[in-house]
């Protein structure tokens, strides 16, 4: 009785490997390579992104994997851990490149460690699509191989400075009277922010009251903030990660700043809402991406969609909203898998020139490289918290709410 | 220099600020104080410089701020964490403190460096990289047309480290432990020849620093915000305080803590908040170039 059933599970098996093409089961594997930071200070978000690339390679197996010719492949990920340093990345990605003999890679976590790798991806001509790399200066160094899918950095709250514009116009001032106030962290991340409002608010000859750099282990702002109070700014910007965000909402609660704009970044790794509660309302957030917005793709469907199946697939994530790092890693999979159909062959340069053409929409936003290869066709969203939910408000055509204005202190 | 010279001439346009400058640098300066507090007993008692500090006092942190995801009153987590890192202190004691404290000053620098990175990553893993802190339902106090604020919550985190810090003192003052770790402290040896269990007293001195910073995190993490690599900051201040005041000087210790504490606001607010942290370790110079010029003179009128 036992060997027939061995027998019957061998035949099984045998019908399985040899069904028709389409099935899941007899595709190849195609090995992607990535060091991500799933220990130090970028876990949180370095398993975010693990787990959008997870997810997203379960959803292209569920649709067939990846047709190349008249083959399919299904993606696999060999991960190593470069517990958020920059030295340890690039060591890694030598490893990946030089032992595991990977072809193509996925970003790491952070400007910094996309940053340490680059060089190296670069060195060995290994294209790489990364999502969680948003430093301009990344773009600046003439890379040919690297590709990212989400928007710069310095364009995360350029918006808030056109919308503090909208308003001042709409009372009948001219923007040149808007004072704007900054305090971001000292880190190329947050510095690109700074020179993204400088440059829109200087077109609009906007003036500097404020302009301070915070520390990397910032706990108290109390000292930037009494400014605040004395010089009476009508924006405020503030970008220091989720300590940023967390002690800015906290502090401005405390002392009763009382500012008509305030915008942020990193609201909701740092849960403010849930964190400080009514503290936190008509903040201005920005954000990569939203499950609100009405982007659509045929794998993983509506943004909303993708924030309902990921969900699914992983529970941990069921109390909280998918943050949009996940989004992002899920995308930059999506557009290994239209490169490689694109470029019709595993052929490195081929895949990279499909890469540098891509044209596509996605759940996440359209995706179209610059020569430079950073994504051009998606815009930075801001989100307002408005009694504890994030509403988007603008750009304006993809706003669902309209922004309360002047914020008043909470 | 232009926005030196402006934050500068502010506290004298608005004279106001100084005494917010003031009152929040005494409050930063109290915390900071409890956690060199704690070093200064080590230091000077046992001679082991603790590097994982801070991260004690992350420790004690993370303890307040689960108990009150649980549903705990948040003020609850100041003897909680109290009493947990009294444990925990212990075993760190019994584990590593006690083999490396007869050895030179290298190998427990290099042992508490270790347990700082250790500590640190395992907060990590427990509690995720996320900064985390705890809101109180309290309000704020607000003087002087709202200029200054005092949110009730700071003020009772003061106001309990105000307590911790007196009873530490009354306690080294009364108790017969007290009195046999002041004895330790000025000479082991003779300590033990009269009869004082030296190692019972190095394992209750370490296990009351860890409890003191366990509590200091308790109270951080009601009015600031905690994250697993955050202790490095609260080791650098409590080393630059401890050093400033000087070894075993409890009520110096707290004066040095609130002088760096009101030091770096006003340092903040003339130079930028960027280089707040860039004062404390400035003052710890000075001090130590003043303490080097005295000893030179005292080197040379003995010979």
């Known amino acids: 009785m036992k060997t027939l059933t061995a027998l019957g599970v061998c035949l099984t098996g045998a ?22 930071s799933l220990t130090g200070k970028y876990a949180t978000n370095g398993v975010h992104a693990k787990n959008g690339y997870e997810f997203a390679i379960q ?31 690039a060591t890694l990605a030598e ?83 808007v004072k704007v106030a900054v305090a971001v962290e000292n880190d190329p991340f947050s510095l690109d922010i700074r020179a993204g409002v400088f440059e829109d608010a200087r077109k609009l000859g906007m003036q500097t009251v404020i302009d301070e750099k915070l520390p990397r282990d910032l706990s108290d702002m109390s000292a930037i903030l009494t400014k605040v109070k004395l010089l009476k700014p009508d924006l405020l910007i503030v970008s220091g990660h989720s300590k940023g965000a967390a002690t800015a ?26 964190n400080f509660g009514a503290a936190a309302n008509d903040i201005l957030c920005s954000t990569q991406w939203a499950e609100t917005l009405t982007y659509e793709d045929p794998i993983f469907g509506t943004a909303a969609n993708y924030e309902k199946e990921f969900k699914a697939a992983f529970p941990e994530y069921a109390e909280k909203t998918v943050p949009y790092q996940t989004a992002q890693a899920s995308a930059a999979v999506y557009v290994y898998k239209d490169a490689f159909e694109r470029a019709g062959s595993l052929d490195k340069e081929a895949v990279r020139d499909a890469i540098a053409e891509t044209d596509m929409s996605t759940f996440y936003g359209n995706i179209k490289f610059s020569t430079a290869g950073n994504n051009i066709a998606k815009p930075m969203v801001l989100r307002q918290i408005q009694d504890g939910e994030y509403n988007v408000v603008a750009p304006s055509e993809f706003a669902s709410h309209k922004v309360n204005w002047p914020r008043k202190p909470q | 220099m232009d926005q030196i010279l402006g934050n500068i001439s502010l506290l004298f346009e608005f004279p106001v600020v100084n005494m917010k400058i003031i009152v929040d640098g005494l409050m930063i300066g109290a915390l900071f104080a409890l956690a060199a507090y ?67 000053l290298f190998t427990s620098l290099l042992a508490t460096f270790g347990l700082a990175i250790m500590m640190a990553q395992i907060l990590n893993l427990l509690f995720g990289s996320d900064t985390q802190s705890v809101q109180l339902e309290y309000d704020t106090l607000y003087f002087i047309d709202g200029f200054v604020d005092i949110p009730i919550a700071k003020l009772i985190g003061v106001l309990m480290a105000a307590v911790l810090a007196t009873g530490v003192i009354i306690f080294m003052k009364v108790s017969r432990m007290g009195q046999a770790i002041r004895a330790t402290s000025q000479d082991s040896r003779a300590a033990r020849v009269l009869g004082i269990d030296t190692e019972k007293v190095y394992a209750f001195t370490f296990s009351l620093n860890s409890a003191i910073c366990g509590a200091a995190g308790a109270i951080i993490v009601m009015v600031w915000v905690i994250q697993p690599f955050y202790g490095i900051t609260y080791s650098i201040r409590a080393f630059v305080i401890v050093t400033a005041a000087g070894l075993g000087n409890l009520p110096g210790v707290i004066a040095a803590g609130l002088g760096i504490g009101v030091a770096e ?38 010979q």
Not at chain 1, 139 to 162: C, D, H, I, K, P
Not at chain 1, 252 to 271: F, G, L
């Open chain 1, 15 to 36: 019908f399985l490997l040899y069904s028709p093409i389409g099935n899941a089961m007899d595709c190849e594997e195609l090995t992607l390579g990535s060091a991500i």
């Open chain 1, 59 to 89: 959803k292209i197996k569920e649709h067939g994997g990846v047709k190349i010719g008249d083959k399919c492949y299904n993606f696999k990920v060999i991960y190593y851990d470069d517990e958020s340093k920059g030295d340890r990345g």
């Open chain 1, 95 to 177: 490893r990946l490149i030089n032992q595991d003999k990977v072809q193509y890679m996925l970003g790491p976590y952070s400007s910094g460690l996309t940053k340490a790798i680059a060089p190296v991806t670069e060195k060995y001509q290994i294209p790489m699509v990364e999502a969680e790399g948003a430093s301009r200066s990344l773009f600046a160094q003439g890379y040919r191989y690297l590709f990212a899918v989400l928007s710069t950095s310095e364009q995360y709250l350029a918006s808030a400075v056109t919308l503090a514009a909208e308003k001042a116009k709409e009372m009948g001032k001219d923007p040149s009277e």
């Open chain 1, 249 to 274: 909402v906290r502090q401005i609660s405390e002392q009763k700043i009382d500012v008509p704009m305030i915008a942020i970044t990193h609201c909701e790794a740092a849960d403010v809402v849930g």
């Open chain 2, 38 to 104: 704690g070093l200064a007993l080590v230091w000077g008692v046992m001679n082991v410089k603790n590097l994982a500090q801070g991260d004690f006092v992350m420790a004690g942190g993370y303890i307040a701020w689960w108990l009150e995801k649980q549903g705990l009153p948040a003020l609850l987590g100041v003897p909680a964490a109290f009493i947990v890192l009294w444990g925990f202190g212990w075993v760190v004691y019994k584990l590593v403190i006690s083999r490396v404290i007869e050895r030179d």
């Open chain 2, 265 to 302: 606001q006003y340092g903040a607010h003339i130079f930028g908040i960027g280089y707040q942290q860039a004062i404390a370790v400035l003052l710890l110079l000075l001090v130590l170039l003043v303490r080097l010029l005295q000893q030179r003179q005292m080197r040379q009128s003995l």
